[in-house]
């Protein structure tokens, strides 16, 4: 082949490569002066790869720079020496956020590489900080004799004057999230306060009963360049006094959550002639109820509904719905379903939802109604 007009080409190859790299501070934010370990593997394949050169690039919120050379000499907090973990630390002295970008290049199986990865860390402004006495107490803001909103206090030490926000989530005994809360006010130097109110409705939807922990409490500074700043941080600072679930706002029915679905073959030929889904609900004042609700598939189609009338104590009951098995295999929908447009209503109380259950998967095939499968075998064909 011969060219005759000369050209500018571009030739890109694209090698797939075993060789990784990562890059993993000890953590996302840290107070202003805080110190930072930065650790980062290089691997090939599964197995760690020593003997390669790394640094890291820390970028300064102010965009100045600072060379990191991260170390596999067993000395760095990087653990043994030439086992492929490369380590070193940094102090971050700017507030503000720090970008990190490594680089290791090397050699394997004498072929030169070179890998970059990237991460970034938060520094605080000491601007404020979390530090005081907390404190709790329940709210009852409509007069009914119960808790509208859990109130915790969370002490806030301020030297710079400016406008500060508080997040944090509530968790039961058993680590579970109860509630979510956030409080914004301006703050004046000295010993101050960010009131966070957490929902007493979500609290006993959540089944919340005991002591509660406040958790992941962050501290913004939201007035630092414009942007906010997260300038403190406490895993779990503080828990609450002891409450019963009862003593929050609630309606005078609800559902707990807990549901349970089956399919029951009355017959004994191996195929469902009923589905079976029941609702757990909570009931503040017993008596004569009726219920009704509908089951749908994934894409909403409704396959069979059902309902009737009951007598039903205070305190946590069960409403069970039975589905006709054989509206489920006549419309050859597999599951999930779904309980839908559930009502309840009586002497003291009415619920009404959407999204009351979902069942687990089900293969249409298992009800009553649904097709034969047809094997068609066709004879060979001699030429």
């Known amino acids: 082949m011969c060219i005759r007009d000369r050209a500018n080409w571009v030739v890109t190859v694209v090698q797939d490569s075993d060789i990784t790299l990562s890059l993993t501070p000890d953590a996302t934010w840290r107070p202003l002066n805080g110190t930072v370990k930065l650790t980062s593997k290089v691997m090939i394949k599964d197995a760690p790869l020593a003997g390669a050169t790394v640094t890291c690039t820390v970028v300064r919120p102010d965009g100045t720079t600072q060379t990191v050379a991260l170390l596999d000499d067993g000395a760095h907090n990087d653990g043994a020496a030439r086992d492929g973990v490369y380590a070193n630390a940094f102090v971050g002295s700017q507030y503000g956020v720090y970008s990190l970008s490594a680089v290791a ?12 990865t990237f991460s970034e860390v938060q520094f605080g402004s000491g601007t404020a900080q979390i530090s005081g006495a907390f404190s709790d107490r329940g709210v009852d803001t ?12 969370v ?37 101050r306060k960010l009131t966070l109110n957490f929902s007493g ?109 009951l007598a039903l104590d205070a305190g946590l009951q069960t409403i069970t719905f039975r589905f006709d098995g054989r509206n489920i295999g006549t419309s050859q929908r597999h599951g999930p379903y779904h309980l839908v447009a559930f009502d309840l209503w009586g002497d003291g109380a009415f619920l009404s939802t959407d999204g009351a259950a979902t069942t687990a998967f089900y293969n249409y095939r298992l009800f009553e109604g649904a097709p034969t499968r047809v094997e068609l075998y066709l004879p060979a064909i001699s030429r």
């Open 201 to 309: 409705e979500e609290i006993w939807a959540n089944g919340g009963n005991g002591r509660f922990t406040l958790a992941d409490l962050r501290l913004n500074d939201m007035g630092a360049d414009a942007a906010p700043l997260r300038i403190d941080f406490k895993s779990a600072p503080y828990t609450t006094t002891n409450y019963a679930r009862d003593q929050f706002q609630h309606a005078a029915a609800g559902l707990t959550g807990v549901t349970r679905d089956y399919g029951v073959d009355s017959n004994g030929n191996g195929k469902y002639d009923e589905l079976v889904v029941q609702v757990e609900v909570y009931l503040e004042v017993g008596g004569a109820y009726d219920w009704s609700g509908k089951l749908v598939d994934g894409a909403g189609l409704e396959l069979d509904s059902d309902g009737g009338e």
């Open 105 to 116: 290049t090397g050699t394997a199986h004498e072929i030169p590489f070179l890998r970059t």
């Open 155 to 191: 002490p806030v030490q301020v030297t710079t004057a400016g406008e500060y926000a508080a997040f944090a989530e509530l968790r039961s005994t058993s680590g579970g999230v109860l509630a979510y809360a956030n409080a914004t006010s301006e703050l004046a130097p000295g010993q």
């Open 142 to 153: 409509d007069g009914d004799g119960l808790y509208n909103t859990l109130q915790v206090d």
